[in-house]
């Protein structure tokens, strides 16, 4: 049961990344992955632009009693804030490294868009009620190897 709760939950936190892969331009993907500072700085550009329209539409209920609340970038991180109604549902996720290997599971292909803005995935799940909160995070260096490793 709590790996079917976590599986939900972060399948459903996942759900903004394919709006993320979804912004486009006309540069080529050398391009956008040549690691220059301004290929960074132009991939972060569009993801906060992304990140601020679907904002607009928070909360987004996921079901299960299941929110998205929030999603920014933070540092070095998009942040995927997740509010979970039941205590019980929030108290059976458990944050391991398989959680971890879940949510990069769940990110895949789709993580390539973090990867030329050179940015990871924090996911911070919340109780609405007794509002104590559990995360994880995947660093910039983990979303490449994981896609490297998928795309092969």
């Known amino acids: 049961m709590k ?11 996942c ?7 979804s912004c486009g331009n006309n540069k080529t993907a050398t391009e956008q992955t ?9 991939g972060r550009e569009r993801v906060q632009k ?6 607009s539409q928070l909360p987004q209920p996921m079901g299960a009693g299941i929110s998205l ?15 979970i109604a039941d205590a019980d549902t929030f108290n059976a996720i458990e944050i391991n490294e398989e959680a971890k290997q879940m949510g990069l599971q769940n990110i895949g292909a789709q993580g390539k868009t973090f990867i030329d803005a050179n940015l990871g995935a924090k996911f911070k799940y919340t109780n609405k009620d007794s509002k104590e909160s559990k995360e994880f995070s995947i660093s910039p260096e983990e979303l490449e190897a994981n896609y490297n490793a998928n795309t092969k």
């Open 3 to 13: 790996k079917f709760l976590f599986s939900i939950a972060t399948v459903l936190m």
């Open 15 to 21: 759900a903004g990344l394919p709006i993320l892969t």
């Open 34 to 42: 040549d690691g220059t500072d301004d290929a960074v700085a132009e």
């Open 50 to 55: 992304t990140l601020e329209q679907f904002s």
């Open 69 to 83: 609340t929030g999603l920014a970038i933070e540092g070095d991180y998009v942040v995927y804030t997740i509010e």
